[in-house]
């Protein structure tokens, strides 16, 4: 079974200070890891995913098999930051295979 | 960019109604989408995933008489919570993924629908 597990339900930080959520996962494959993110009033979209390798907003995060792990990170928080993080799993194939299993989600609130 | 529209935003209704939910692809064609069910403080919780032109899969657990899913065409797909009672009261979302294209493409997520039944 996929499992995606966030230790934090709320995390605080003032603005211009490094964090990082938390994201570990149970996965028996290959997986496919995710960052969505939920802003005030707003719907649920993607922030970055693991296979483009890429920085959005500021954010990266490294998929770390060993320690099967894919936390989010950002050097510089922003107040414009504050919102509600999800972390994902897909499976790579089989009958998981594009499904989505979501972690419990971090409240992210940056203070000025 | 993608987008994906439900409808409707919020509903109440009856014990022993049935509500019909609709997710819209508006700008691009899906031939997966995803329902999912958030309680509160809850996370998403998969319940079944659309194939258009086929059956939907259902998660185990999730009764599949009870929520019927149609996928008619690349652009809607509808959740039917059949005689719905009090414990249905919900967060529905459905989100989209685009068609075409290798490997997992990222899904697109609807606002949600607020289902309460009295």
């Known amino acids: 079974a996929q499992r995606v597990t966030q230790p934090e339900k709320l995390l605080s930080v003032f603005k211009g200070a490094p964090v990082e959520l938390k994201c570990n996962y149970s996965?028996?494959?290959?997986?496919?890891l995710f960052w969505y993110v939920q802003y005030s009033r707003q719907r649920l979209q993607l922030l970055l995913r693991?296979?483009s390798r890429e920085s959005i907003k500021g954010f990266t995060a490294d998929l770390n098999k060993g320690e099967t792990s894919f936390h989010l990170k950002k050097p510089f928080a922003q107040e414009e930051d504050s919102a509600m993080y999800y972390c994902?799993?897909?499976?790579?194939?089989?009958?998981?295979?594009?499904?989505?299993?979501f972690g419990q989600g971090t409240i992210l609130t940056v203070h000025p | 960019g993608a987008v994906v529209s439900q409808h409707p935003s919020w509903v109440i209704c009856k014990s022993g109604t049935s509500v019909k939910i609709e997710c819209r692809s508006l700008?691009?064609?899906?031939?997966?989408m995803f329902w999912y069910r958030q309680f509160p403080k809850q996370s998403l919780m998969l319940m079944a995933t659309?194939?258009?032109?086929?059956?939907?899969?259902?998660e185990q657990g999730v009764e599949k008489d009870k929520f019927l899913i149609n996928h008619a065409s690349l652009t809607l797909s509808t959740l039917t919570v059949t005689s719905a009672h009090p414990e249905d009261s919900s967060f529905y979302i459905c989100?989209?993924?685009?068609?075409?294209?290798?490997?997992?493409?990222?899904?697109?997520f609807g606002d949600g629908t607020r289902l309460s039944i009295l």
């Open positions: 693991h296979i």
């Open positions: 996965y028996s494959g290959s997986p496919e």
């Open positions: 989100s989209a993924r685009e068609a075409g294209g290798t490997g997992n493409q990222p899904q697109h």
């Open positions: 659309s194939n258009e032109g086929s059956k939907a899969t259902y």
């Open positions: 994902a799993l897909s499976g790579a194939g089989g009958t998981s295979y594009g499904k989505l299993t």
């Open positions: 700008d691009f064609q899906a031939t997966t």
